[in-house]
């Protein structure tokens, strides 16, 4: 898999991947007393974080983006 996700990307991905997974457990929001918001935001997080391991997103190779320089 070639790399397109670039660093700046690749953190603000980490970042919104830790908040979504923590985001259910300690905000005490509303929205999250539905069991179906926490399993979609964690499932959502841990697509981010699995993206910002990988440095290479589908959609983007779909699209055509390459945020990464090399």
Known sequence: MPRNVGSIDRLLRALLGIFLIAAPFVTG???FEATWATVVACLA????????????CPIYSLVGIKTCKA
């Open 45 to 56: 997080g841990g697509v981010m974080l699995a993206v910002a391991a990988s440095r290479f």
């Open 29 to 31: 929001w509303p929205l």
